[in-house]
């Protein structure tokens, strides 16, 4: 499967001008509809010249400006779709499909740790390691269990973990307690929670910091989030797979875990004490 411009862009930003790196950012923060417009609107939207935008189309290996658009209008059919666009319901999964899938689940695993950068993926788990920053964790209908996951773990080895269950409305109670110190991490993958969107625009409001963790059509939340890692969830069901979002948890764990040494050692130690 060819990488996603998202995945383009997370691969070559460190080596970018900073020109170049301003038009990436507009481009995550605003993605994929400020490059479906012409490299003049986008070279004012990022507040660089159009030879800037030119450059930067190119440096993500597009031979063209059209052949860049085309890559993101394929990218935008493949967000809007539902389970049910995607194929007729199966009745039977038969040894071979199976196998297909699994297959596809590894290499979703394998790419999206090919597009995550060692920088960032150490700034998200230094970040999520802070005690001095409490965390609120949520996400949408399928990917709100990934969050429960790492919110349940990362409880276990620092304070001030807050899991944002059952309605949406009543999240916005929670916006009171959260300022600048704060971290939000949300799960959004296709097709994306609208009220989960409208809670992070909300807290970025508030100075909260938004670590989003999206698929690689990147959930509207981006436009908002300081830290943003997208994972493969294409598969050749009528279902997304999260299984690259679970790995992805999990490796998270492990530095948290890793990070926090003996001071979660020991919160773990007292929290077994009270069993």
Avoid at 30 to 45: H, K
Avoid at 83 to 102: F, G, N, Y
């Amino acid at each position: 499967m060819e990488p996603s411009v998202a995945e383009r862009i997370a691969d070559r930003i460190d080596q970018m001008p900073a020109g170049e790196r301003r038009a990436a950012q507009t481009l995550i923060a605003n993605y994929p509809l400020i490059g479906l417009r012409t490299v003049a609107e986008f070279a004012q939207q990022a507040e660089v010249s159009s030879p800037t935008i030119l450059r930067f189309v190119a440096r993500l290996g597009f031979q063209n400006y059209p052949d860049f658009q085309a890559a993101l209008q394929a990218e935008l059919a493949a967000q809007l779709q539902s389970p049910l666009s995607r194929t007729v319901m199966p009745t039977k999964v038969a040894p071979a499909e199976a196998a297909t899938i699994v297959d596809s689940a590894v290499e979703n695993i394998r790419e999206t740790f090919q597009h995550i950068s060692a920088k960032q993926f150490s700034a998200v788990a230094t970040r999520l390691s802070d005690p001095r920053s409490r965390l609120y964790l949520s996400g949408g209908r399928f990917s709100d269990p990934i969050a429960r996951y790492l919110a349940a773990h990362l409880a276990l080895l620092r304070p001030g973990v807050v899991h944002l269950a059952g309605q949406e409305s009543t999240w916005r109670d929670k916006l009171a307690d959260m300022g600048k110190k704060d971290c939000l991490v949300a799960f959004d993958i296709r097709r994306y929670q609208t009220g989960l969107a409208d809670f992070a625009e909300k807290a970025a409001r508030r100075g909260v910091t938004i670590i989003l963790f999206t698929d690689q059509w990147v959930s509207p939340i981006a436009r908002f989030a300081r830290h943003v890692i997208s994972a493969r969830t294409a598969s050749p069901s009528a279902w997304d797979s999260s299984a690259a979002l679970f790995v992805l948890a999990e490796t998270l764990i492990d530095a948290v875990t890793r990070e926090r040494a003996d001071q979660g050692a020991k919160r773990m130690q007292d929290i077994e004490s009270l069993r």
